[in-house]
């Protein structure tokens, strides 16, 4: 429609470029460090040589967190909370969605309220704790897995996705002869996938992030990889062994890197892969609670 | 006439209680897991005593509250905390509208495409690895940019992350960096929406690119804009709590001790449970305050509101 006539536009697009390119640089060189120092010699990067390209390109780092129990333990419980995190969530959420989203049904009205002000007002920090603590659920895996199976931004995307799939497909569904609860299953469900998609990146991204909650509640033995990686930088967690001290500190940086590497991956591989869904559902999320 | 009704309310349940039935366990979830902690600020007017329950034994009134009223740890935790929030507004507020605008004029679509699912990128990593590389990148020993900034400067290299007067700066272009191209997904989406038919009159009128985006794309976006900043403003005392934490060193709680962190120590570490409750519930109140009075204003500026 636009084409290049003067030569103002044709330095306005660059420009423009130019500029997104700088946001481009300026998102990726993080990640291009960690892996440049995860693959480095621990010479290279005591020099200050390491940037964005390795140097003296090796995998002694990758070779140490593999060969580390407490890495894997740690790993596999993330993967743990991740996976039925989300599931639990996922159910929880849409069992509380499907009815909410029937405006016309009694009683909707005020458990909406009841939703929307507990995101605006919450117990606060010691009062969630000593509730874990007198459920008797601190340093039992459930204390992450239940108090945050329902988000209530996600519970409103996913009540208004509900909403807007057309009513006369379930009305004929029950002139059928189908339950509500069959509507659900055959009928809504396979419908939303793509609110669903959403929910379960956003609360597989909580679950995979989280290391706070890991903190408070849990022992060492339950600690997430995000809480492990913590205690790394914070110095809690030493890592690095043989060597020559000198040595150590370098190493033990190209091995941070490789465990931030390694347990950064699998939630950047996977978002590209959600992202159109999860553009309309900031739209609804954010806007309209 | 009474008789009719319970009929009516029997016809009703029998035939919707499935959708009450579904409606059970998360509600029952929803009393225990949030309302519950919500009553649970009661312990804030009550002594806590170890094993004695959740919910306090006896009866203090207003102790905590005058206590941390007189603490200076309390206001310099509050005034931290209005400073980092209102640092963070005023520069990191406008940069996702800047670049959701520019992303917009992109016209290779594979290159807008690009641009814009790298830049969502930073959203989905840990704030602990967030940490993790920019305290790397920034150690006085190893740090490249530390090293760069002291060529530069011809200085000896600076300690960043222990230095209270880097700590705000820090955490602001962090929150620059993770965010901004998440946010800018909010402003993309109404962008999106203006009718083409605007710039084409503007366009015949004689407006150039920048005076399309000064009289239409702006204007245009402005009650998204209204919207969004009303809503900071309510959120005004919840900060990035984890990363503050993270970020927090006892050379630099000068800056860094916010409301959260303050909490966090007073009750977690220190196991004072009902004055860090006190000072949780405190700061919940002015919260919900300050939500309440930006919904209000967003709905008679703009006839638009959050709930």
């Given at each position: 429609m636009k084409t290049y006539k003067t030569r103002s536009t044709v330095a306005y697009y660059l420009f423009i470029d130019i500029l997104m390119g700088i946001v481009l640089v300026m998102c990726l060189t993080p990640f291009l460090y960690i892996i440049a120092t995860s693959l480095s010699s621990p010479e290279a990067i005591i020099n200050g040589k390491v940037f964005i390209i390795p140097r003296g390109l090796n995998t002694q780092a990758y070779r140490q967190i593999f060969s580390y129990p407490n890495f894997f333990h740690a790993y596999g419980n993330t993967i743990f909370y991740t996976v039925f995190g989300t599931m639990i969530a996922l159910c929880m959420t849409t069992l509380f969605a499907y009815p909410l989203s029937k405006t016309w049904l009694k009683g909707n009205k005020l458990v909406m309220k009841l939703v929307i002000f507990s995101m605006f007002f919450s117990g606060g920090l010691i009062p969630n704790y000593l509730l874990i603590s007198s459920l008797h659920l601190t340093n039992t895996r459930w204390a992450i897995l239940?108090?945050?199976?329902?988000n209530q931004f996600n519970l409103i995307l996913l009540i208004n996705f509900f909403k807007s799939i057309p009513s006369d497909i379930e009305e004929a569904a029950i002139i059928d002869g189908l339950g509500y609860g069959g509507i659900l299953l055959r009928i809504v469900l396979p419908l939303s996938g793509a609110g669903l998609a959403t929910i379960a990146l956003y609360t597989a991204v909580f679950f995979w992030n989280d290391w706070f909650n890991s903190l408070i509640y849990l022992k060492s033995t339950q600690f997430p990889v995000m809480l492990f990686l913590r205690n790394i930088v914070n110095g809690t967690t030493m890592l690095g062994g043989e060597g020559g001290s000198a040595d150590k500190g370098a190493l033990s940086l190209s091995i941070k890197s490789a465990v931030i590497l390694v347990s950064t991956l699998p939630i950047i591989m996977i978002y590209p892969f959600v992202q159109r869904f999860f553009v309309k559902g900031v739209m609804v999320g954010s806007v309209k609670g | 006439m009474r008789e009719q009704h319970t009929k009516q309310g029997k016809l009703y349940l029998q035939r919707y209680w499935p959708l009450y039935a579904m409606m059970a366990l998360p509600l029952a979830y929803f009393i225990v897991f949030k309302y519950l902690p919500m009553f649970g600020n009661v312990l804030a007017f009550r002594r806590y005593r170890p094993g004695m329950g959740p919910w306090g034994t006896e009866w203090v009134g207003l102790r905590y509250f005058q206590r941390f009223f007189q603490d200076p740890a309390f206001w310099s935790a509050f005034r931290n905390t209005l400073f980092l929030s209102l640092l963070n507004l005023v520069i990191n507020f406008p940069i996702p509208i800047a670049f959701a605008i520019l992303l917009n004029e992109v016209r290779n679509l594979h290159y807008k495409k690009l641009v814009q699912t790298v830049s969502y990128m930073p959203r989905f990593v840990s704030t602990v690895v967030v940490i993790a590389i920019i305290s790397d990148l920034l150690s006085p020993s190893t740090g490249v940019l530390n090293h760069f900034f002291a060529d530069l400067s011809g200085k000896d290299p600076v300690y960043y992350m222990n230095e209270p007067g880097y700590f705000r700066r820090i955490y602001v272009l962090l929150d620059t960096w993770q965010y901004t191209g998440w946010t800018a997904i909010i402003y993309l989406a109404a962008i999106t929406a203006i009718p083409q038919e605007l710039y084409e009159a503007a366009t015949i009128d004689g407006a150039g690119h920048w005076q399309q985006i000064w009289y239409v794309t702006i204007p245009e976006i402005l009650p998204t804009i209204m919207i969004m900043l009303i809503m900071n403003v309510g959120r005004l005392l919840s900060l990035g709590f984890e990363k503050v934490l993270l970020m927090y060193t006892p050379a630099n709680s000068g800056v860094s001790d916010i409301l959260d962190t303050l909490v966090y120590r007073t009750g977690l570490a220190n196991q004072n449970y009902s004055y860090a409750t006190a000072m949780g519930l405190f700061t919940g109140v002015i919260g919900i305050m300050l939500v309440a009075s930006s919904n209000a204003l967003s709905r008679k500026l703009t006839g638009d509101s959050i709930y």
């Open positions: 239940l108090p945050f199976c329902i | -």
